[in-house]
Nanobody
Framework: QVQLVESGGGSVQAGGSLRLSCAAS????????MGWFRQAPGKEREGVAS????????YYADSVKGRFTISQDNAKNTVYLQMNSLKPEDTAMYYC?????????????????????WGQGTQVTVSS
């Protein structure tokens, strides 16, 4: 049973930083995809960044390139999302997701339906 637990959300002023963590348990594979998604009220869930565990490939949405960094700590089975230069439009519920195959290319990682496992979400609020 794969479980994902997010932490690190909160409230910050524009220009500030937050680091989200996603602790994964139950995955026995050496390569798999873990991603961060976000969903603002009234909007669809969108891909933010993903990392292909075991391969090292990363993907980012254009809206966060240069500001957000996804990374992994294999010893802790944890994926991080470092968010810098935050903007009010980054305000959303952030979700961690995992799947064996979602990171196969630059298109599949972005689509929520390609992920089988999801965390409960952590709220990020950026004030102007």
């Amino acid at each position: 049973q794969v479980q994902l637990v997010e932490s690190g959300g909160g409230s910050v002023q524009a220009g500030g930083s937050l680091r989200l963590s996603c602790a994964a348990s139950g995955y026995t594979y050496s390569t798999y995809c873990m991603g961060w998604f976000r969903q603002a009220p009234g909007k669809e869930r969108e891909g933010v960044a993903s990392i292909y565990i075991g391969v090292g490939r990363t993907y980012y949405a254009d809206s966060v390139k240069g500001r957000f960094t996804i990374s992994q700590d294999n010893a802790k089975n944890t994926v991080y999302l470092q968010m810098n230069s935050l903007k009010p439009e980054d305000t959303a519920m952030y979700y961690c997701a995992a799947d064996l195959y979602a990171c196969q290319d630059g298109v599949t990682w972005y689509t929520p339906r390609n992920y089988n496992y999801w965390g409960q979400g952590t709220q990020v609020t950026v004030s102007s």
